[in-house]
């Protein structure tokens, strides 16, 4: 079971040094890991013990992206409690930039209780109600660090609630303005939406504002009332004018890519999975370090491919261990596992 922290997903990162960061919109948990893997989530009180994980969507690809060796900063907001310093005591020391988190007097740092089962796949609860990362104001962001990004990343747990719905919505108009990138991946987390129809209109309220969209094959079936993800003309109905790359990821099989110009799959790393949590956003971390480098990718279907296969071998690795961010890899690693790699 796992315990989180966390803050808005208006969080802001950047991804090599050689170029301007790209900023990470998100929430960020501290997360405790149960020591031992329950299927239903109602064992977890069962659970003899609880490890602390500190994560969040956003921050987890911030600190993948540093890992990897690029440059990333984070906004967002937590508690003014002790899980709250612990995080940003976790960003400055993983070298991601803090200076656009902020405390919160008034609320505490949420928490994410997760459930592991014994092929690694988890189960979320939440505890918040509100919790701080609800409670980020538009006037509080740092809209200076967002309009020097890259490359924006962002998620959609910001629109559940307001303000920080307001200030999630203003954070990516600043950084769309500002000739910024666009990066989006849903992370779709059905308990914290009032219902599963607000769940998918908020998801989609801000679609077509995107440049690259990361979603998994649940969340196609989600977003398309129960269409089949793994039909391409499913998945091409996601795409709009604004889309540059739509990724579908899919665990251990790799992942497929859609762009207007081609479309195709990159097989996966076959790992031994422990603790799926954060895989994704691992994923996230390794595509947007290569793109960062070098948007020309997005034109060119074969180096595509190959920092898709870099991506790819980040969130295999990081489900070898349990806790998102202590098992994020370096750029060394995903080096020595890219041999591998079924093209």
């Known amino acids: 079971m796992?315990?989180?922290?966390?803050?808005?997903?208006?969080?802001?990162?950047h991804c090599l040094p050689s170029s301007p960061p790209p900023?990470?919109?998100?929430?960020?948990?501290?997360?405790?890991?149960?020591?031992?893997?329950?299927?239903?989530?109602?064992?977890?009180?069962?659970?003899?013990?609880?490890?602390?994980?500190?994560?969040?969507?956003?921050?987890?690809?911030?600190?993948?992206i540093a890992r990897l060796g690029g440059s990333a900063a984070f906004i967002g907001k937590v508690g003014d409690d002790e899980f709250g310093y612990m995080l940003s005591d976790m960003l400055k020391e993983n070298n991601v930039n803090n200076q656009g988190l902020l405390f919160d007097t008034h609320a505490?740092?949420?928490l994410a209780f997760v459930t592991l089962r014994s092929d690694g796949e988890r189960e979320f609860?939440?505890?918040?109600?509100?919790?701080?990362?609800?409670?980020?104001?538009?006037?509080e962001l740092d809209l200076d660090l967002i309009r020097k990004a890259k490359?924006?990343?962002?998620?959609?747990?910001?629109?559940?609630?307001?303000?920080?719905?307001?200030?999630?919505?203003?954070?990516?108009?600043a950084a769309k303005n500002a000739g910024v990138l666009i990066?989006?991946?849903p992370n779709l987390r059905l308990p914290l939406w009032t219902s599963a129809d607000d769940a998918r209109d908020g998801i989609l309220s801000i679609w077509d504002t995107a440049d690259l969209i990361k979603v998994s094959a649940e969340e196609i079936s989600f977003l398309t009332n129960g269409e089949d993800p793994y039909d391409d003309s499913v998945v091409k109905k996601l795409i709009?004018?604004?889309?540059?790359?739509?990724?579908?990821?899919?665990?251990?099989?790799?992942?497929?890519?859609?762009?207007?110009?081609?479309?195709?799959?990159?097989?996966?790393?076959?790992?031994?999975?422990?603790?799926?949590?954060?895989?994704?956003?691992?994923f996230v971390a390794g595509i947007l370090s290569q793109l960062a480098l070098d948007f020309s990718l997005l034109q060119d279907e074969a180096r595509l491919r190959e920092a898709l296969k870099f991506a790819n071998v980040c969130?295999?690795?990081?489900?070898?261990?349990?806790?998102?961010?202590?098992?994020?890899?370096?750029?060394?690693?995903?080096?020595?596992?890219?041999?591998n790699v079924v093209a």
């Open 151 to 173: 490359i924006f990343h962002h998620g959609s747990i910001s629109l559940i609630t307001e303000p920080c719905r307001t200030a999630h919505i203003a954070a990516s108009k």
């Open 240 to 282: 709009h004018p604004n889309t540059k790359l739509l990724l579908v990821t899919e665990g251990p099989d790799g992942c497929r890519y859609y762009s207007k110009e081609f479309s195709g799959k990159v097989g996966g790393l076959k790992v031994n999975a422990v603790d799926t949590t954060g895989a994704g956003d691992a």
């Open 2 to 13: 796992a315990l989180r922290a966390a803050a808005p997903p208006c969080a802001a990162g």
């Open 183 to 185: 990066s989006y991946d």
């Open 23 to 64: 900023r990470v919109g998100g929430r960020r948990f501290f997360r405790p890991l149960a020591s031992a893997a329950r299927a239903p989530l109602q064992k977890s009180a069962d659970a003899p013990a609880f490890k602390k994980a500190p994560g969040g969507a956003p921050a987890n690809v911030a600190v993948g």
């Open 315 to 339: 969130g295999a690795l990081t489900v070898t261990e349990r806790g998102a961010i202590p098992a994020l890899p370096t750029r060394q690693q995903v080096a020595d596992a890219l041999t």
């Open 108 to 110: 505490r740092t949420a």
């Open 125 to 139: 609860m939440f505890y918040r109600n509100p919790s701080a990362d609800m409670l980020l104001e538009e006037k």
